[in-house]
């Protein structure tokens, strides 16, 4: 299990188990200012979508390139994947949970895009920032100490990797790609997300080899995670506000 345990907050001091006010307040701001601009960086720019609208046939480095950007400005993507990765130290588990997590959304990018599965985006993008809920409450030891059990990390990985990837299928359903070439260029917008997974997880995993070396990552580990669980829900709200308002 990959959380703070229950022998490991009981032997924090108070004044570590206690959110740092001012860095809570840092960083759930940051996370406001940088993911409300184009409903949370999660919208098909305007530029990419009149490009696509008015091409056709087989396009791979665009669709590789929109891929990468799109994985890379994904913050509600970023953060799910900063707290799987939070606990895990080495590679070997590393590279596991994010394969599982990379083989549940290629499996519903291609079937929600092949399938026209209609999910609307605010209601998938509102179980996203679920997601990230989710693990920010796995990590903190909650479903153990609340339920007594803790829930399979693996299947769970997997299960929000389905989801996360029909959040994708609706950006690309946003393209209203043409049909020619559409198998190939679904393929090289899916190696583009890795790409671009891959590049902000390498970025992720270097920063927090530095902080995990320092007393500030234990005193502070609880502080991110609820920080992280507030931007999940801020995510959420803003999804549900938005499905609230376009009815």
């Known amino acids: 299990m990959h959380s703070l345990s229950m022998g490991a907050m009981d032997a924090m001091d108070a004044s ?3 959110p740092n006010r001012s860095l809570l307040l840092l960083l759930f701001t940051a996370l406001l200012f940088l993911g409300m601009p184009d409903a949370l960086a999660h919208a098909v720019a305007e530029g990419d979508k009149g490009f696509i609208q008015e091409s056709s046939g087989v396009m791979v480095l665009p669709f590789i390139y929109m891929g990468a950007k799109h994985m890379i400005t994904g913050y509600d993507h970023l953060l799910f994947l900063f707290g799987v990765i939070f606990f895990l130290y080495r590679l070997k ?3 596991l949970y994010v394969t599982l997590f990379a083989v549940g959304h290629t499996v519903t990018l291609l079937l929600g895009v092949l399938a026209e599965i209609n999910i609307s985006s605010y ?11 989710y693990k920010a ?7 153990q100490r609340w339920f007594g059990h ?8 997997l299960i929000f990797g389905l989801l996360h990837g029909f959040g994708l299928a609706t950006k690309i359903q946003e393209y209203e790609i043409s049909a020619d070439g559409l198998i190939t260029n679904l393929i090289a917008f899916n190696v583009g997300v890795e790409i671009g997974q891959l590049l902000a997880l390498s970025a992720i995993l270097i920063v927090m080899g530095y902080w995990r070396r320092t007393a500030s990552f234990w005193r502070h580990a609880y502080t991110a995670n609820v920080a992280m669980m507030s931007a999940g829900f801020l995510l959420m709200g803003y999804q549900l506000t938005g499905l609230i308002v376009s009815q």
């Open 150 to 157: 803790q829930p399979n990390t693996k299947a769970a990985t």
């Open 123 to 133: 209601v998938i993008d509102a179980i996203i920032g679920f997601s990230v809920v």
């Open 137 to 143: 409450l796995d990590n903190l030891g909650a479903f």
């Open 93 to 95: 588990d590393v590279g």
């Open 16 to 18: 570590v188990v206690r």
